[in-house]
């Protein structure tokens, strides 16, 4: 057989896929059933065991409890906590101490400082003498005055009987009382305050009363004040008649010579008549009382501060000058009160720029002339009348009644222009 005759065999073309193998997307696996299987992987606890590979140890791991969720800390963790713990409650504790030694050192030396400005009387108790230091520290220094009223009013409690003590330990006695109704005051319990006033007033009287006089003087304008603002004017009275007494030696009914807390007691208890419209019975005390005070000489520089503790204080002889002009003035003797008004301003007008209390008491006697001189321009037609018949015998006029009224409203607005003075 030739070559050629011999039949050359076909190539078989390969058969389309049918349509829907076509269609199948390219991640599909068909027939997967038909490719042969491939070693499947085994896993590691399937084969043979092996010594174990040499490693580092890890480090051992502490089951820590936080609450809901456990967790684990490291022993290096741990450790480091604990460190930064302990330097952390170090600081702490020494920071607080530090704070405590300076509070400490801070209250002794306050309480150093007021001792020497306050010294307690040496005849009280130690404890006594530490618990009023200690409440004048707290007010002074603090803002704690319901605790220094706490502390002073288990002092005094404390303290022995009156009876049998010396003059000293009673007027440091009476000392602690009368600080106790100030810090009461101050934290608006004026009932109780003025309980405590009243156990000042109502000490027994000794021989030795005027050494304390000013305490019990200054008690019983408090308490007056106070039994006045609560609408009891009867105990007002009675506080300041109190406030007299101690000041009058047993047996004697005069004022006791010399008394400036005497006469200031004195004072008040006129000024309290005035003001309940017992006019009469306030004259009468004014007048008493500046008689008392120029009894006593003048002091020699009128001008010192010190003056003021003096009897014949010029200043405080103004005041009563003033006193009397206002009463004389509201009983209907008007001219009498102006010219009374007048006499205290040329007494303390000249001392104005010197003391304090020299200006006041000009600054009053001015404004009280102008309104005189207002309420009697202002008066009945028939003083008017008068006014104008003496005008015409006298060459006076209105329009000069009137620059009178303008030259004492300038003289008081040039005592309020004073704004510094150098004493008291």
Not at 235 to 240: F, N, V, W
């Amino acid at each position: 057989m030739s070559m050629a005759s011999r039949a050359v065999p076909r190539a078989r073309l390969p058969l389309p896929l049918p349509l829907p193998l076509l269609l199948r997307p390219p991640t599909a696996r068909p027939l997967s059933f038909l490719q042969p299987h491939t070693r499947r992987p085994r896993l590691p606890y399937l084969l043979r065991r092996h010594a174990p590979p040499q490693t580092t140890p890890l480090p051992r791991l502490t089951l820590h409890n936080t609450g809901n969720h456990p967790r684990l800390i490291s022993d290096k963790t741990r450790e480091y906590l604990l460190r930064e713990s302990l330097i952390a409650a170090r600081i702490v504790v020494v920071g607080y101490t530090a704070i405590f030694a300076t509070t400490v050192l801070a209250f002794a030396g306050a309480m150093l400082y007021v001792e020497s400005t306050h010294p307690t009387p040496p005849a009280l108790p130690r404890t006594a003498r530490l618990g009023i230091t200690f409440a004048r520290v707290l007010q002074r220094f603090t803002s704690q005055t319901w605790l220094a009223v706490e502390v002073l009013r288990d002092t005094v409690q404390r303290m022995p009987a009156w009876e049998g003590q010396s003059a000293q330990w009673r007027r440091g006695y009476i000392t602690a009382m009368k600080l106790l109704a100030e810090l009461l005051e101050e934290e608006d319990q004026y009932a109780e305050a003025r309980e405590w006033y009243q156990r000042i007033l109502d000490t027994p009287r000794e021989s030795d009363d005027a050494e304390w006089a000013d305490l019990k003087v200054a008690a019983a304008l408090r308490a007056s004040s106070i039994a006045a603002f609560m609408g009891d004017l009867e105990g007002a009275e009675k506080a300041l008649r109190k406030g007299v007494e101690c000041t009058v030696p047993p047996g004697d009914s005069e004022v006791f010579p010399g008394s400036v807390d005497g006469l200031k007691a004195l004072t008040e208890l006129g000024v309290f008549y005035a003001r309940c419209g017992r006019e009469p019975e306030a004259l009468e005390i004014f007048t008493r009382v500046l008689a008392a005070r120029r009894r006593v000489p003048p002091p020699a520089d009128p001008a010192d501060s010190k003056a003021a503790e003096a009897v014949s204080d010029p200043c405080a002889e103004a005041v009563t000058m003033a006193y009397i002009g206002e009463v004389m003035f509201s009983m209907g003797d008007r001219q009498q009160g102006v010219a009374w008004s007048k006499e205290a301003y040329d007494r303390s007008e000249p001392l104005a720029q010197l003391r304090g209390k020299c200006k006041e008491c000009a600054l009053v006697a001015a404004k009280n002339i102008a309104a005189m001189i207002e309420l009697m321009e202002e008066g009945q037609k028939e003083q008017k009348e008068k006014k104008s018949r003496w005008s015409l015998f006298s060459g006076a006029s209105g329009a000069e009644e009137k620059e009178n009224l303008e030259e004492w409203e300038n003289r008081a607005l040039r005592l309020e222009s004073i704004r510094a003075t150098k004493g008291a």
